[in-house]
DNA sequence: ATTGTAATGTTATGTTATTACATTGTTGTG
DNA sequence: CACAACAATGTAATAACATAACATTACAAT
């Protein structure tokens, strides 16, 4: 259960709740919607959802999805460049694909250097309707 | 005042005011931000605000920032292409500038095409230190 | 004038996220 | 063991962001 080859450290028992509530959706979770499905574990604040998925996305473990305010379980083997993953989001399911494509990065970069902007992080969504939904 | 070269239909008063206060900020405002500076306005409430905004953003006039849940004046001449523009923000500074690139536009769609995603609006938004805040 | 529609106003509420502070648990050291 | 130090958790209150539902006003077209 919940075992991920990500490196991290041990998760303490709130941050694998939180955890596995997202690795086991099909789709982004919002915190409150995450608190909901945990009060049968004893979380009964927004506090103990948001203080897990700090740590799960300071580990990478986890992704933000700024246009849903929403949660995602990273769904790649190795999420160290997770700072610069694509997010397909699809506007009918409501699923979501994530895909790190180095050539894109490259071509960021190159756009913030040549800005003089020193680049931290990329937030990059895509919105749309995916495969699946299309042929429906 | 408040004239832009965007093809754009008459706005309202409201949509006016708040396009100004967007225009003669310096960096993004929140809703509440622009509420905030048009009480002497007349405005009480967030709708106000949040009506005229969804006007400007479907007009190209004025974007959305999703990472900080912010809004800006569209800087370009034409935003015919604002759905697909890079905004990079300084975490320092609280500036944004906006760029539209093509090659990056038509990579993203390419590896949309590649999932068979029909892509419907991107969201790009680089976080980082602008060249003015690194040399400080 | 009257009617239809767009714009605006108003109140309440829903949703997302953080601050501040108290308590419990765990680990290492004398 | 005792106990200090720190990490994790618990709890309450509130801040920040956004929308729903309904009432009123403004204004153009006939």
Redesign the interface.
């Known amino acids: 259960m919940s075992e991920h080859i990500h490196a991290h450290e041990k998760l303490t028992k709130n941050q694998t709740l939180v955890m596995d509530a997202l690795a086991n959706a099909d789709g982004p979770l919002s915190a409150y919607t995450i608190l909901d499905q945990l009060r049968g574990n004893g979380f009964r604040a927004p506090l103990q959802v948001y203080r897990a998925l700090d740590k799960l996305l300071d580990s990478g473990l986890v992704h933000r999805l ?2 849903l305010n929403a949660f995602v379980a990273c769904r790649h083997d190795d999420c160290t460049d997770h700072e610069q993953t ?1 997010f ?1 989001i ?2 009918t399911c409501g699923k979501v ?1 994530e ?1 790190a ?1 180095k ?2 990065t490259q ?2 970069q190159k ?2 250097s040549a ?17 699946a939904c ?1 042929t429906v």
Chains 1, 2 share one sequence.
């Open positions: 700024e246009s694509v397909m699809c506007e694909s895909i494509d050539a894109l071509h960021l756009m913030a800005s003089q902007f020193s680049l931290t992080k990329a937030t990059i969504e895509l919105r749309g309707r995916c495969k299309k």
